[in-house]
């Protein structure tokens, strides 16, 4: 009876404990543990795509595959070492790889551009030191800062951009600052592409910003100055050293439970530097609206890049297929200058389970300069997409209507993405 009795007690003690919580399932490219404090962080992405272009006289049709591969190590006194390649294949030679002139066999001067060549290279290989308020990097590595206006990684190529550089980022309370010497910026053309594989020089990019309630602000400058061998092998513009300085600010404002305002603002001069031979200053300006309620969202904005003494406000480190229309007839600022009025709406669909995360947008830009009156054209561009878990889908669409501006544009693209 006393054995009974215990054994009684026992189960009824061990029934009363919490059950032990099994740990999660290891999710692929989750990092591993390796040793003490140490982790291994494996990197996968994969992109899928076609393009097809139409313009009255050329048309092209590119399906190419981006894969980049590599790994984090990492350690918890915060010290970590990524090495990453990035490999593009092209299953077809339908398309211009190359906008420039090169003696190559993807520059096919019959066909419109898409500017993915195929090509294999070293994308990433950096060291760096991250605490709380301090993060050190040396190394090739991809920089975007801010909206990507000045400085980005051209994400929308398959082969991005990246940077030979040191960049040191602090955090003080409200405080953030922001600096980087980069030596050299390897450009999306790949190891093919001649002088235009990479742009070398001394780049500089400082930035200190400070949050005031709902309101970020940032001051920032941006010192561009080529080697001159660059200036007169690569570069298609042999005046392409500048200083740019300026400030940006936004804010986000809540309505109520599903509304908000969404505001930002940007300013910056542009001026001659360095080996500059023209004697120049232009003005940027910058301002953006939105609304969102619910799955619905509204957006209505003005961009500026002013033009002096025949030379216009420009942002060759920007990922600029993120602005001014998706048919990116507008990489160069055009010599009097661009303004572009711009309208759109968007809306995300909660309900669709089978396709989550789905989302739709259409924007409207009138495109104009900035000396002369010149209506250049207009451009509606279009998108729906989703994802589901690691793997993304997208479909994208740009009309861009010319007319006193290049010419006819359709563009069309379908990508299927996967990410570890």
Same mark, same amino acid.
């Given at each position: ?45 994969? &992109? ?7 313009? @009255?006289? +050329?048309?092209? *049709?590119?399906?190419?595959?981006? =894969?980049? $591969? /590599? ?114 910026? &390897? ?7 001649? @002088?235009? +594989?990479?742009? *070398?020089?001394?780049?500089?990019? =400082?930035? $200190? /910003? ?123 600022? @055009? ?86």
């Amino acid at each position: 009876m006393k054995l009974r009795a215990m054994l009684c007690a026992a189960t009824m003690l061990a029934a009363s404990q919490p059950a032990l919580a099994e740990p999660p399932k290891r999710q692929p490219g989750d990092p591993v543990i390796v040793g003490d404090g140490l982790t291994l962080d494996p990197i996968i992405d994969a &992109r899928l795509r076609y393009e097809h272009v139409d313009t @009255p006289t +050329l048309d092209a *049709d590119a399906a190419t595959l981006r =894969l980049r $591969a /590599g790994a984090e190590l990492k350690h918890k006194s915060g010290f970590a070492v990524l090495v990453e390649g990035e490999g593009t294949l092209a299953f077809d030679k339908g398309y211009n790889a190359f906008p420039f002139v090169i003696t190559d066999g993807q520059r096919r001067p019959g066909f419109a551009v898409v500017p993915d060549p195929m090509t294999i290279e070293l994308n990433r290989a950096q060291l760096q030191y991250k605490s709380k308020s301090l993060t050190l990097t040396a190394g090739r590595q991809r920089i975007v800062l801010d909206d990507q206006r000045f400085v980005g990684n051209s994400g929308w190529r398959q082969n991005e951009k990246t940077f030979d550089a040191a960049r040191a980022e602090v955090k003080l309370g409200p405080i953030g600052l922001d600096g980087t010497y980069a030596i050299s910026l &390897r450009t999306f053309f790949g190891i093919d592409a001649g @002088p235009r +594989l990479a742009y *070398d020089g001394d780049f500089v990019f =400082l930035g $200190a /910003g400070a949050k005031f309630g709902p309101v970020q602000f940032k001051a920032f400058s941006y010192l561009l100055d080529y080697d001159p061998a660059e200036q007169l092998g690569g570069l298609a513009l042999s005046n392409a050293d500048t200083q740019t300085y300026g400030a940006r600010a936004t804010a986000s404002f809540p309505l109520g439970k599903q509304t908000k305002v969404n505001l930002a603002a940007s300013y910056a001069r542009q001026s001659n530097w360095q080996q500059n031979p023209v004697r120049y200053s232009a003005d940027y300006f910058a301002g953006e609206a939105g609304l969102v309620h619910g799955g619905v969202g509204l957006t209505a904005g003005y961009e500026q890049l002013g033009a002096g003494n025949g030379r216009a406000f420009q942002t060759p480190m920007a990922t600029l297929h993120k602005f001014n229309g998706w048919a990116d007839l507008f990489l160069t600022t @055009p010599a009097n200058g661009l303004q572009d009025w711009y309208g759109g709406v968007s809306y995300k669909f909660p309900k669709v389970k089978a396709l989550p995360g789905l989302n739709a947008a259409v924007t409207y830009h009138r495109f104009e300069s900035d000396v002369g009156s010149l209506h250049y054209g207009d451009e509606w561009d279009a998108s729906i997409g989703f994802k589901r878990g690691r793997v993304g889908v997208l479909a994208k669409f740009a009309d861009y209507q010319a007319d006193r501006f290049g010419t006819e544009t359709q563009k069309f693209w379908l990508q299927l993405e996967l990410s570890y």
